[in-house]
């Protein structure tokens, strides 16, 4: 691969930044003795160590020359790390080398600091290409430990993402499994599970089988927020556990979501018509360089087709959708595919969605050792997280939903996790309430698990 020098626009006098405040890492540094003390304290505090270690030892001496200050120092090793992980020109290669003797100063730094997140933004604002991404760019697999963890009680909760300021259907999310064994670098899991251990409940089924359910309500429980649904298959008795609950309770719609092709489970039991499997899906290139270990999109249609047959509702997630330089048509792909593979009748959702992140899930895709693109893009604030600009998340909403035209009316489809002024300008309607929502997506599912069943009991 050959890599472009960047030159930085030394334009970047009016530029203004606040110095840290906090105890003595804001104190004005008066000599290069002193500051090296401070440096090491700074450099405890910021992800300088996660850089590769020619950038670290750039980055020290540069902050010896300029004295930086914590947060200046903050703002150039996270900029650093997204160079590392997009695969692009590293900071060495476009640190602004006319500034670099500049006497140390508050002014300098800021011009320094200017240049190098100008050069920063304009990354984030061209459209992202895997194209320098091969087999070096994934991350070394961890082996998996499964481990038994006796929990105190059953892990029965809403989504973790849910917000009043975003349309949610109000899902109720069941821990069967804690942890994931699928690399996934925009994965929230990853900030609240750390390690290689998956953690199973030896006492998951007494405590499921105990559940307080009532029989004059309809519940909507999806398993795969702390793990992926199928990839563990049924060890530890997990999925003989929540196929005995389902049959026990019709009320309940079960929902299996994954990335995995491991259906075996569902084709040599008789499962519930209220258990529904869903699909992640994602065009080739993203699962390739964004979705490590899961399934191919090959293997992810075939095992949904598998599961079809069986007369199991099956459901789609394009979520999240990715914005790229041949976006449009790769996914354009998939829509068609589905189509031609799959009946409206055996499909009982399809949900858009797209990148969505909280800081703390950004830390961590920033220190984890593998390439990623995913934080290259224009991050905006939406509903108190940070994501696509809007005309961004509208023009790719729009393209999924008119190109899959032949379902509207038969497959309900949703926004996850997004404001509800997207959804008139994509579908056409909105809906005043989460309860609203939630109604509607209850009812639609229902219908079809009747219906389903009626075409089991005929056939």
Same mark, same amino acid.
């Given at each position: ?39 090491? $304290? ?22 010896? $020359?300029?004295? @930086? ?34 006497? %140390? ?61 975003? /349309?949610?259907?109000?899902?109720? %999310? ?130 949904? /087709? ?34 031609? /593979? ?8 399809? *949900? ?17 050792? @593998? ?72 009812? *639609? ?15």
């Amino acid at each position: 691969m050959v890599i472009m020098r960047h030159s930085c626009i030394a334009c970047c006098t009016d530029v203004r930044f606040s110095e840290a405040s906090s105890n003595s890492q804001s104190a004005k540094v008066t000599s290069k003795q002193t500051y090296e003390h401070k440096l090491r $304290h700074i450099a405890a505090q910021v992800p300088l160590a996660a850089l590769p270690a020619r950038d670290q030892a750039f980055l020290r001496d540069k902050s010896h $020359h300029h004295c @930086f200050t914590f947060q200046e120092l903050r703002q150039l090793t996270e900029m650093a790390l997204d160079f590392t992980r997009w695969n692009e020109a590293s900071i060495i290669e476009i640190w602004p080398q006319k500034l670099s003797t500049e006497p %140390t100063s508050k002014a300098a730094r800021a011009k320094v600091l200017a240049c190098i997140r100008q050069h920063w933004h304009s990354l984030k604002q061209t459209a992202n290409s895997y194209h320098s991404f091969g087999p070096s760019t994934k991350p070394i697999r961890q082996k998996t430990i499964l481990v038994e963890r006796e929990k105190g009680k059953l892990g029965l909760g809403y989504c973790p993402v849910a917000s009043t300021r975003t /349309r949610c259907c109000n899902l109720m %999310t069941l821990d069967a499994i804690e942890n994931c064994g699928f690399g996934c670098s925009y994965c929230s899991i990853q900030s609240f599970y750390h390690g290689n251990q998956i953690y199973f409940d030896p006492g998951f089924a007494q405590k499921l089988n105990a559940l307080k359910v009532h029989h004059d309500r309809v519940y909507h429980i999806g398993t795969g927020q702390s793990s992926d649904s199928l990839m563990w298959g049924n060890k530890h008795g997990v999925l003989d556990a929540l196929a005995a609950f389902a049959r026990k309770h019709p009320n309940v719609i079960l929902e299996m979501k994954t990335k995995s092709r491991n259906v075996s489970y569902f084709l040599e039991n008789e499962i519930p018509r209220n258990i529904i499997c869903t699909w992640s899906l994602n065009t080739t290139t993203i699962i390739t360089h964004e979705e490590h270990s899961t399934a191919s999109l090959q293997c992810r249609l075939d095992a949904a /087709r598998k599961v079809a047959d069986r007369g199991i509702l099956v459901g789609f997630h394009f979520h999240p959708m990715v914005h790229y330089d041949s976006w449009a048509k790769d996914y354009s792909e998939i829509f068609e595919i589905i189509q031609k /593979r799959f009946d409206a009748a055996e499909v009982a959702l399809v *949900s858009l969605g797209t990148l969505t992140f909280t800081k703390s899930v950004m830390r961590q895709i920033r220190v984890r050792q @593998f390439k990623s693109k995913m934080l290259q893009m224009p991050l905006v604030e939406a509903d108190g997280k940070l994501s696509y600009p809007l005309e961004t998340k509208l023009e790719m909403f729009r393209h999924a939903y008119g190109s899959l035209k032949s379902w509207h009316g038969r497959v309900f489809f949703y926004l996850c996790m997004e404001n509800n002024r997207l959804w008139k300008p994509v579908f056409g309607y909105e809906y005043p309430s989460n309860e609203a929502f939630e109604a509607a997506m209850k009812l *639609s599912y229902m219908e079809k698990i009747r219906g389903r069943s009626l075409l089991n009991v005929s056939a």
